[in-house]
């Protein structure tokens, strides 16, 4: 049935060349992080790394791990990731559940007051002003509240609860379970591609922000988070070798941090979503396109 | 579940709504708490709005400020710069919008066509990384690649000979849309294309057996199957994204601008802050919330609109 025909052969030739080109332009980067980021810094002065350290050396993961401040901002970025999303995915299920169910007094209101955040917020000034009136400036609770309620990952997985046979509940509540049971004995156990999706969805949230920590933390150093950290030391650079007179401020790391280090910094911020997320790639793709077209 | 009805119990179930809350009190208790972060941290922020029309002082609050009426705007529009970072962000909003657009049809077009199972899903796994890595990590690589002393991109231009001199992208003006757009290309078109993916995947295999019947190369396959295909989706999509312009985000133009190129990074974002913080106006970063609120559903009112108009169908 197959015909081969040479503009096919030629289009397939391009496509594959482009495919290898653009995922190779993708990949490249990291890769080159991640060799600077193991070569010894003092020889990485002189250039040329690619994809291969020249000389092996641990020094700048060293340095990173040894600096308290990093060492407590690597800290705290876990913490924040592993509550906000344990936090996250608890809030999104409950929501998402009763939002499914069809007999809930307040569907439509809920409903309707949730979806309309998607399209109407105060914007960044008034929110600012806000979260400094109810006095959650530099507070560990700003990375947490502002983020528990997400309009998005609750209509995912409100479009994946509900695209579940309706028996179940059903059986549950005639079997005399309550909703708490129903959602987190039965159907909880059985959403696991959906609860992939959103945990993974939850958790890079958490773990790549930094503007809340600029905006509502920036004076209090305990709360300072990694991402923020390696920010400020990119600013910094910049600065320096943008000749502009900006000040600096608060990176007290060191004045210019070598690239060795900005590297390894680099590195330590995406491995741990580099190493999980490839695991739930089908999840998440399923999960994308479920709520996607049920929207 | 309607068991035993009778009409006097009946009556009595109409106006219920505190019963039916009793009965569903675990359900409420799910919800009520939520729903109250998102008044607060959602609405409530829409209560400051009406520090745009005051001169709203920060001892004083919104209760005490003494109201001005449009000053806030008219000083607004009467600000040069504020026509620059307007300019700025719908360019920066637009051209990040059709370079996406296409790139993830592209993309989606050419994985499509690979039968070889492992490069299309190593292809798709590599482009789908950097949707997760944060913009400081994105940020970092650009200044690295480009950076004049030993960035690759310069390495690479002085050896083939385009340049003699290391060339200094990040602090020449002109060159901050172009990179600014590649970069959020290069970060979000592998995760854009997943959707587009999905609907080829599910267009009906019958179509493409019919063109090889008819003797149809794999270009006319895509031009006259494919693509025709996958449009009603593109369009809806495309058109939710123009009420978005206005709206898109300012944390990339934050981390990859600097004081040489700002006529060019800024956004009204970035332009608010800079405003409410170095001059402690804050109702001037109200007003340009309440302007971008404004512009972005008169936008999405026209585009739907028009699309009524040219018969492409209603979109919302």
């Not at chain 1, 439509?108 to 949730?114: A, D, E, P, S, T």
């Not at chain 2, 009406?50 to 009467?78: C, E, H, N, R, T």
């Not at chain 2, 009420?243 to 990339?252: N, P």
Request: aromatic fraction near 14%; proline fraction near 4%.
């Amino acid at each position: 049935m197959r015909s081969f025909k040479a503009g096919d052969a030629f289009l397939n030739t391009f496509l594959y060349a482009g495919l290898a080109l653009f995922g190779a332009m993708t990949l490249y980067p990291f890769l080159n992080l991640f060799a600077i980021s193991f070569n010894d810094p003092l020889d990485t002065l002189k250039g040329g790394i690619y994809l291969l350290p020249r000389v092996w050396s641990m020094d700048n993961y060293g340095i990173i791990f040894s600096n308290d401040r990093l060492l407590g901002a690597f800290t705290l970025s876990i913490v924040r990731t592993v509550t906000g999303t344990a936090l996250g995915i608890l809030c999104t299920a409950m929501f998402a559940y009763a939002l499914s169910l069809r007999e809930f007094v307040f569907r439509n209101l809920f409903n309707g007051v949730l979806v309309l955040t998607l399209y109407v917020n105060g914007g960044l000034i008034p929110t600012y002003l806000l979260i400094k009136n109810i006095h959650l400036m530099n507070n560990f609770l700003v990375y947490l509240l502002p983020l528990l309620v997400n309009a998005f990952f609750i209509i995912i997985m409100r479009s994946y609860f509900e695209s579940l046979p309706s028996g179940l509940t059903e059986s549950a509540k005639m079997d005399g379970a309550g909703h708490f049971q129903t959602l987190f004995r039965i159907l909880l156990p059985i959403s696991l591609p959906v609860v992939a999706t959103i945990t993974l969805f939850v958790a890079v949230m958490h773990w790549n922000s930094w503007f809340d920590n600029y905006l509502y933390a920036s004076r209090a150093n305990h709360l300072s988070l990694l991402q923020y950290e390696l920010m400020k030391i990119l600013m910094s650079a910049m600065n320096q070798s943008a000749g502009s007179q900006a000040h600096v401020g608060e990176s007290t790391v060191s004045v210019v941090t070598p690239q060795a280090i900005r590297a390894a910094m680099t590195i330590v911020v995406t491995v741990p979503i580099l190493v999980v997320y490839p695991f739930l790639q089908k999840y998440f793709i399923q999960g994308m396109t479920v709520g996607a077209i049920k929207e | 579940m309607k068991s035993g009805i009778n009409p006097a119990s009946r009556r009595k179930a109409t106006p219920s709504l505190l019963r039916k809350m009793l009965i569903q009190k675990e359900l409420l208790l799910m919800t009520a708490p939520l729903i109250t972060l998102v008044i607060v941290f959602n609405y409530m922020p829409l209560y400051g709005w009406i520090m745009a029309f005051q001169d709203y002082k920060v001892v004083k609050g919104v209760s005490g400020s003494p109201f001005v009426g449009f000053d806030k705007f008219v000083q607004l529009f009467q600000d040069d710069q504020f026509f620059l970072v307007l300019r700025n962000t719908l360019v920066m909003g637009f051209l990040n919008l059709i370079a996406g657009f296409i790139g993830a049809i592209v993309l989606a077009l050419a994985l499509n066509e690979v039968r070889v199972k492992w490069f299309k899903r190593s292809v798709q796994t590599i482009t789908y990384i950097p949707h997760f890595v944060s913009w400081v990590v994105v940020a970092n690589i650009a200044h690295m690649f480009l950076s004049p002393d030993g960035g690759l991109l310069n390495i690479l231009l002085q050896k083939i000979g385009i340049i003699d001199q290391p060339f200094y992208f990040m602090a020449k003006s002109h060159w901050f849309w172009p990179i600014h757009t590649f970069l959020s290309f290069w970060k979000e078109v592998g995760w854009s294309s997943i959707i587009y993916l999905a609907v080829l995947s599910g267009i009906n295999p019958d179509l493409f057996e019919a063109a090889d019947v008819d003797g149809a190369g794999k270009l006319k396959k895509m031009w006259h199957i494919s693509i025709p295909g996958l449009m009603p989706t593109a369009i809806i999509l495309l058109t939710l994204s123009v009420g978005w312009i206005i709206q898109s985000g300012y944390e990339s133009q934050f981390l990859l601008g600097n004081p040489i190129v700002l006529d060019y990074s800024e956004v009204l974002d970035l332009y608010a802050l800079r405003y409410s913080f170095q001059i402690g106006d804050y109702s001037i970063g109200a007003a340009i919330s309440i302007f971008k609120s404004v512009v972005s559903i008169l936008m999405v009112l026209s585009i739907n609109y028009l699309a009524k108009r040219t018969g492409s169908g209603r979109l919302i």
